[in-house]
């Protein structure tokens, strides 16, 4: 039998962080964040990463490991990540997954193998110069030669990805599908995925409200530290929303009011593209969260489903957990 995990999913500020501790009080475990961003260190305000006294003397693990100016991918988090699953496992303990990027949760449940196609830069940037001397359906078509499945099934105008799945052709001789199916292993856990959902109207406003709490806390100040830290513009970290926006405003092209606007707009897309990926998972069980003030009624539901999932409790009783609190959004 697999060892058996919780994960806590759903889009940005809708109560993940809150809940994930909660039950990780409950049932004596220790927590694994699956957000791209919290991993790396000095990055705290903008991600929403959860301060030590929001942990509640709870482990957190993949937050604050790398360095801003440092290259991070979905491989690398897996790796790691299982890494720490099977530590805590070790011990007795539950591992209890919780963050929003749907591809870093994946690759841990799901066990994904992923392939060793390398990278071709030489032929990344002669295709970036084909698409902008002759526009991007003349790389397509090149993909539509080798890989006629991926180019009906990406678009034209989605460039990366069409040179993505050629410089995978070119490097393994082999389509996307191919890869994609060669990538499919036996799961290592036995996951019980809990997703956090609320009306959109809600969700809007939380998200606001979270935004505005982060220019409180000192955003700007936050960005142009790690700026001066030596990290580069265009470093991957430094992509994330809240932190490309400041960065245009200290370049100039947009007013500060701009850009906390800006971040707030691009933050209820990314929570919208959230749920699209998640809602393709159908083993997700779906919780709704009616108004700021339900969590109690959310945070039994998630124990009913952990119970009868078959975890022991064995952490603080009922009456002594409940984190969530009114006006400050985590997760």
């Known amino acids: 039998m697999r060892p058996k995990i919780v994960a806590v999913a759903g889009p940005t500020a809708s109560g993940k962080t809150a809940l994930s501790i909660d039950i990780a009080k409950k049932y004596g475990g220790e927590i694994v964040s699956c957000d791209s961003m919290q991993i790396y260190k000095y990055m705290d305000i903008g991600t929403a990463k959860p301060s030590k006294a929001e942990q509640s003397g709870i482990p957190h693990y993949m937050i604050d490991e790398i360095s801003p100016d440092e290259n991070f991918c979905v491989v690398d988090y897996s790796k790691l990540a299982q890494k720490y699953i099977d530590d805590i496992l070790s011990r007795g303990k539950l591992p209890v997954l919780v ?59 989605n460039l990366r990805r069409v040179i993505r799945a050629l410089e995978i052709y070119k490097t393994t001789g082999k389509t996307m599908a191919q890869v994609n199916e060669e990538s499919v292993r036996e799961p290592l856990y036995d996951t019980l995925i809990i997703g956090l959902n609320m009306d959109r109207e809600l969700l809007y406003d939380r998200i606001n409200r979270r935004v505005d709490l982060m220019m409180e806390q000192g955003l700007e100040g936050e960005v142009r530290k790690i700026l001066d830290m030596g990290t580069g513009k265009d470093a991957t970290a430094l992509q994330a929303i809240g932190y490309k926006e400041f960065i245009e405003y200290f370049d100039g092209k947009i007013s500060k009011e701009e850009a906390v606007e800006k971040i707030k707009r691009e933050s209820r897309r990314y929570a919208k593209r959230q749920l699209t990926w998640l809602r393709r998972n159908d083993k997700i069980n779906w919780l709704m969260l009616q108004n700021d003030y339900n969590y109690t009624k959310i945070l039994i539901q998630s124990f009913t489903l952990i119970n009868k999932f078959g975890i022991i409790e064995r952490g603080k009783p009922y009456g002594e957990v409940g984190t969530e609190k009114n006006g400050k959004e985590k997760g």
């Open 99 to 157: 963050g929003g990027t749907g591809l870093y949760l994946d690759s841990v449940i799901n066990n994904v193998g992923f392939s060793e196609a390398g990278s071709d830069e030489k032929y990344r940037s002669k295709l970036k110069q084909l698409a902008k001397a002759e526009g991007n359906e003349a790389v397509h078509r090149l993909l539509e030669r080798v890989d006629p499945s991926s180019a009906e099934k990406i678009h034209p105008n």
